[in-house]
C-alpha cells in the first residue's frame, strides 16, 4: 500500500485528489474522494475502461497522459497517470490559467494557435471521446522552448450508455466535432475579452 502525505499533494477538484506517486514524480494518483459516489464513481470507472479501450488500440498517448492501472493508497483506491510536466520540470499549468492571467508574445500566440490545432488533428484522427472538453481539464506543456502542445488531463471517455461511437468511425468524428465545438463556444464565453480566442475563432465559429 502507498502511503500518501500532504507533501504529495497536487490538487483537488469536485470529485477527486490528485498526489504525484511518491515512487516515481512522473506519475500522479488520482484518488476518489470519500463522499463520492453514484454518477461521479461511474464516470471515473467508465475513464479507466475507456484508458484500456485506447490501449488495446494502440494510441500515441502525446495529447494525452497514459494511464497505469490503479494502486491501493492510505487514502483509497487510486488510478495512475503520467503527470505532465514542462521540459524545466515543473508541473505544467492548466490552458485556464494561460488564458486567464498571460498576456501572449507573438511567438507564444503562434505556438497555441498551432496546439489548438493540433488537438484537434489528434482527436480526429485517433478517434478519441471526451465526456467534457473544458479549458481546466487542459494543460499547456513546454516540451522545448520553442515546442508546446495541448494535453487533455481529465474527462476522457465514451458517455454512451452503449458506447457505439467507440467502434464506429464516422460516429466517433461526427461526436468529437460536436464536442470540439462546444469547446470553443465556452473558451468565447469564458474569455470573452481574450485576444487570442476573439482572433482565432470568433470569425469561423
Known amino acids: 500500500m502507498l502511503n500518501l502525505d500532504s507533501s504529495y499533494f497536487v490538487s483537488k477538484g469536485k470529485h477527486r485528489e490528485c498526489y504525484v506517486h511518491p515512487d516515481n514524480k512522473n506519475l500522479?494518483?488520482?484518488?476518489?474522494?470519500?463522499?463520492?459516489?453514484?454518477?461521479a464513481l461511474t464516470e471515473t470507472l467508465?475513464?479507466?475502461?475507456?484508458?484500456?479501450?485506447?490501449?488495446?488500440?494502440?494510441?500515441?498517448?502525446?495529447?494525452?497522459?497514459?494511464?497505469?492501472?490503479?494502486?491501493?493508497t492510505n487514502r483509497g483506491r487510486g488510478y495512475v497517470f503520467d503527470l505532465i510536466r514542462d521540459f524545466d520540470g515543473s508541473i505544467s499549468k492548466s490552458l485556464e490559467y494561460y488564458l486567464t492571467h498571460l498576456p501572449f508574445s507573438e511567438r507564444e500566440y503562434g505556438l497555441l494557435d498551432a496546439s489548438f490545432d493540433l488537438l484537434r488533428e489528434y482527436l480526429m484522427r485517433?478517434?478519441?471521446?471526451t465526456m467534457h472538453i473544458q479549458a481546466r481539464n487542459i494543460v499547456y506543456q513546454k516540451i522545448a522552448p520553442d515546442e508546446r502542445r495541448l494535453v487533455i488531463i481529465?474527462?476522457?471517455?465514451?458517455?454512451?450508455?452503449?458506447?457505439?461511437?467507440?467502434?464506429?468511425?464516422?460516429?466517433?468524428?461526427w461526436k468529437i466535432k460536436r464536442k470540439w465545438r462546444r469547446f470553443?463556444?465556452?473558451?468565447?464565453?469564458?474569455f470573452p475579452d481574450n485576444e487570442f480566442?476573439?482572433?482565432k475563432f470568433s470569425q469561423t465559429h
Open 184 to 190: 470553443i463556444s465556452s473558451l468565447l464565453h469564458q
Open 154 to 173: 481529465d474527462d476522457i471517455g465514451n458517455s454512451e450508455f452503449i458506447p457505439v461511437s467507440s467502434y464506429f468511425d464516422f460516429l466517433a468524428q
Open 126 to 129: 485517433w478517434k478519441i471521446l
Open 46 to 72: 467508465r475513464e479507466a475502461r475507456y484508458y484500456r479501450f485506447l490501449v488495446k488500440k494502440n494510441i500515441p498517448f502525446t495529447m494525452l497522459p497514459a494511464f497505469h492501472g490503479e494502486v491501493i
Open 28 to 39: 500522479l494518483i488520482k484518488i476518489l474522494l470519500p463522499s463520492v459516489k453514484g454518477s
Open 197 to 199: 480566442l476573439k482572433n
